[in-house]
Every structure is written in structure tokens, then in C-alpha cells.
């Protein structure tokens, strides 16, 4: 089973741009459809992007579509979440995740293994 790490959060203006990533452990990387989600203070956790197990097909949350990006380096062991023309409402805590067994599934349930997350903040 992977472990997983993210980083590349921080305070951004509305408008600016961030790159995310997270480095997984482990030799089965490539074994797992990857995800990223968030979770702003007093709400649930919330699929934002997804990313098949070879990168060959991408799915986003409508609130992510046309300004965010997902995309992996199997040989890197890392995935990457592109985040441009932020806006206020994107600031939460953001965290990827494994799924060892689906596809194209955006359940936060769904999921085995979980980063600790890294913070987002869009000022206005």
C-alpha cells in the first residue's frame, strides 16, 4: 500500500496560480487511480479531480473544470493538481488520494489512502 504526500499549498491572491503535488512511497504507484480533494471549515470533503491509473483519462468536479489540471509522473511517483484563475472559494484544505480497485469513482468512501493535506488560502 502507498503512502502519500502533499505539498505546494500557500497563500495566493484571486486569480494567481498553484501547483500541487503529491509524492506516493512504494513500487505500486502506478496501480492506483489517484484523486485530489478538499475541505474548506465546516464542510465536507469534496472530489475535485481524478486521474485513471496510465493518465490517459482525466475527470473534474464542474467547480474545477477549465481552470484546474490533473496529471501524474508514474515514473516520478507523483500526481499533480495545476490550480489557475483561483478564487476565494477554492481555499480549503486539499488532500490527494489512492483508489486501489475503481475507476473514474469520486466518493471520498471510495478511497483507501489519504494524504495529511496541505492548505490552501485564496485572498480576495
Known amino acids: 500500500q502507498v503512502q502519500l504526500s502533499e505539498s505546494g499549498g500557500g497563500l495566493v491572491q484571486a486569480g494567481g496560480s498553484l501547483r500541487l503535488s503529491c509524492a506516493a512511497s512504494g513500487r505500486t504507484f502506478s496501480w492506483y487511480t489517484m484523486g485530489w480533494f478538499r475541505q474548506a471549515p465546516g464542510k465536507e470533503r469534496e472530489f475535485v479531480a481524478g486521474?485513471?491509473?496510465?493518465?490517459?483519462?482525466?475527470y473534474y468536479a464542474d467547480s474545477a473544470k477549465g481552470r484546474f489540471t490533473i496529471s501524474r509522473d508514474n515514473a516520478k511517483n507523483t500526481v499533480y493538481l495545476q490550480m489557475d484563475n483561483l478564487k476565494s472559494e477554492d481555499t480549503a484544505v486539499y488532500y490527494c488520494?489512492?483508489?486501489?480497485?475503481?475507476?473514474?469513482?469520486?466518493?471520498?468512501?471510495?478511497?483507501?489512502?489519504w494524504g495529511q493535506g496541505t492548505q490552501v488560502t485564496v485572498s480576495s
Open positions: 488520494a489512492a483508489d486501489r480497485t475503481g475507476v473514474g469513482r469520486t466518493r471520498a468512501s471510495a478511497f483507501d489512502v
Open positions: 486521474i485513471t491509473r496510465s493518465g490517459g483519462f482525466t
